[in-house]
C-alpha cells in the first residue's frame, strides 16, 4: 500500500475532500475505507486472477481531486462512495501480494494502513485553518486530479520498457 502512488494519492485527495465536509463524518469515511480494504483483499484472492487495476484507482484519483478541487459539497453518500470504492479497489489491486502470506493479516496490515494515510491526511487538511491554506488544498487536489488523468491514459497503453 506505501509503494503504490497512486493508491496513496487517491487517499490524500479523499482527505481532501473530506476535510471540506463536517468532522462527524470523518470516523465513517476512515471506518469504511477500512472494512472496504479488507473485503477488496478478501475478493482479489478469491478472483484467483492477478488484477490489473491502474485505470480503475486512476479513475478514482480523477474523482477525488475533482471533487477536492471543487470544493464539493453534494452531500455525505458521494463521499463514502468513493471511500468504499478505493477501499476495495485498493485491496483487490493488492491481493497479488498476498503469495504465501497469511490473506488475512494480510488485508488487516493493508487496512490499518490505508485507514492511517487518510487519519493523517484528514488531521493535517484539518489543521489548517488559514483561508488560503484551504486554497493550497484546492490546488493539491487539482493536481491530484491532473496526476490521475496521466496515470489512467497510461494504463491504456502501458510501456512495456523495449524500444
Known sequence: MLTSFDQLA???GLAIWAS??????DAR???ATFAAFIAGVFLGVWIGAQLHLPGAV???MMLVGLAGAARLRIGVMP???LALAGGL???AAAA???TGLSVGLFSLGGSITSASVLSYGLLAARCVKVEWGRIALRAG???IAAVGLVVLAASFNPHTGRM
Not at 471540506?20 to 463524518?25: G, I, L, M, Q
Open 58 to 60: 486512476a479513475a478514482l
Open 20 to 25: 471540506f465536509y463536517e468532522v462527524r463524518w
Open 29 to 31: 469515511v476512515i471506518g
Open 10 to 12: 487517491f487517499l490524500v
Open 96 to 98: 497479488d501480494a498476498t
Open 141 to 143: 487536489a487539482s493536481w
Open 89 to 91: 479497489i485498493g485491496g
Open 79 to 81: 463521499l463514502l462512495g
